[in-house]
């Protein structure tokens, strides 16, 4: 595929703007230099006639940081709810700046990008030349429209200590089901990144969106565009994303409930739903600060992926959609564990054979202190006698698991931590395996709650409480009721998870309070709820 042409300028750059509108050379995403038929390198396009004033209407963001370099982003939208963003179908160079102040007296970092139509007009600039470690400035410009200034910083050297790293972890904020209060609470909190699990978007459309989205459900390109425009004109939501940079990952929601690998939740839909798979990754990739894509030829596009943080934590962001076997018995919920022996068998996988082997490999490289596996679904048993609660979640493959465990206990890592979102809950658990009749611990599991899709007791009902206390009764915290996020501390010597919680989703200012604390000193064995 074709990429969109970059270049960067040196640090140090005096006239960026002038001098990247006037002769950049362009790079397409794998870093090949485009040029014409003479072999020159291609000056970027003229800036199209009748350019709307406001073109940045979704925001900026930053992601996937290293210590030398972060994943700038934009989308130049000035109509949500027209899927071409209310742009014509011409290219439109952007300049991006990164600088050590919010006035840009001081830019270090400078370059061009080509704003392409077949990708959305969204821009993906891969800031190079950072210094470790170090809080930057960074804005785009087309022509005399310039974004918002935002934030965003770079990581320790591989080799270097952090003292301390502060973090949120979310996911799940379907928009119709309520306000983004929790991105409010948030935006109050002094983080260095913001880990996002999945369900960015919902597939339905109406309802609370502003601007209204008719009702109806994404399946074409332009559908996806739409939908992600509506959810990132939401002011909260682009506070954070100026604040810190994200490492984010995808759920199903991003395409479709509970789909598996090209299967889609109801057998009727299969037919032309690669197609519809295609056309949701890339709106993913089209509005994300991720250090991939764009989607291949056959509309794969592969999403996991290691960020590290100095010796201090690596984090394993994993895809367990993409790659994954279809659910068995139906994905029905509460199903008998022995009228469904399917949920056994080697041959069902959650990440696929490649992926399992990427995470094998990189947990048995990994020396940092603690190892973070950041994924979408509950890995802890939710299981209560013979019931098994949800197929969706890891207890639908129950082999997949076990070689996930098997490569924690291979790799001899301790202090390993997962993040799991999705069941719109939030919990602390600790992870065991079987092994030669004993019960061997593995890791310790963070479920971050919703931060607006309902929740169990929402759309199951008070009855349900009972039963999750039965189940969780292993656990050492559990929250099926309230809204919010995880704020998280690590240092060399523990982790800290504070369950954040909003006192409601109807209102964008309803404040947020410490539901529990869950800790981990490291080296430990188990959860201790403070």
Partial sequence: MTTPRRTVLGAGVVGVAAAALAGCSGDDAAGSRAKGPSGVSKPPPPLPDGLPDDLFTIGVA?????????????????????????????????????????????????????????????????????????????????GATQSVPARTRTMPAFDATLDTLRMAVASCQEFNSGTY???????????????????????HGGGLMEPKVPPRVTETLDDYRVQYAAYKRNPLLQRVHRQVPWVVTWDDHEVGNNYAGK?????????????????????????????????????SLQIYRSVRVGTLAEFFVLDGRQ????????????????????????????????????????????????TVIAQQTVVFPLVL??????????????????????????????????LSGDIHSGGASDLFAERNGTR???????????????????????????LVEQVAEDAVYVNAEDHGYCRVTITPEGWTTEFMTVANVSDDDAPATVDATVELTAGARKLVRR
Avoid at 71 to 76: C, V
Avoid at 85 to 100: H, N, Q, R, S, Y
Avoid at 107 to 131: F, I, K, N, Q, Y
Avoid at 390 to 413: C, K, S, T
Wanted: glycine share 6%.
């Fill in 62 to 142: 930053s992601g996937d940081p290293l210590p030398d370099s972060v994943m700038l982003w934009t989308r130049l939208v000035a109509d949500p709810l027209a899927p071409s963003g209310g742009l014509p179908a011409k290219p439109v160079p952007v300049t991006w700046e990164v600088a050590t102040d919010e006035g840009f007296d001081a830019v270090v970092a400078a370059g061009s990008e080509v704003a392409e139509p077949r990708w959305g007009h969204s821009v993906h600039a891969d800031a190079t030349g950072l210094e470790p470690n170090t809080w930057y400035w960074y804005r785009f410009s087309v």
């Fill in 323 to 370: 790659y994954r076997s279809d659910q068995v018995c139906g994905d029905r919920l509460a199903v008998p564990a022995s009228a469904c022996p399917e949920r056994l068998e080697a041959s069902q996988t959650m990440l696929g054979a490649e992926q399992e082997q990427w995470l094998a490999d990189g947990l048995a490289a990994n020396d940092t202190t603690w």
């Fill in 440 to 466: 061997v611990p593995v890791a310790h599991e963070f479920v971050s709650t919703s931060i607006s899709s309902l929740s169990i007791i929402a759309e199951l009902g008070p009855d349900v409480v009972q």
């Fill in 263 to 299: 299967v889609p939740q109801e057998p009727e839909s299969t037919t032309g739903y690669a197609n519809r798979r295609s056309a949701a990754y890339q709106a993913y990739w089209e509005h994300m600060p991720i250090r991939t894509g764009p989607p291949e030829a056959d509309g």
């Fill in 385 to 418: 006698n013979d019931l098994v609660l949800n197929l969706d979640q890891w207890d639908g493959y129950v082999a997949a698991r076990e070689r996930m465990f098997d490569a924690i206990i291979d790799a001899d890592r301790e202090n390993v931590v997962v």
């Fill in 181 to 203: 209060a929790a991105y409010g609470a948030m935006a109050e909190d002094d983080l260095d990144l913001v880990v996002f699990l999945g369900d960015y978007i919902y597939e």
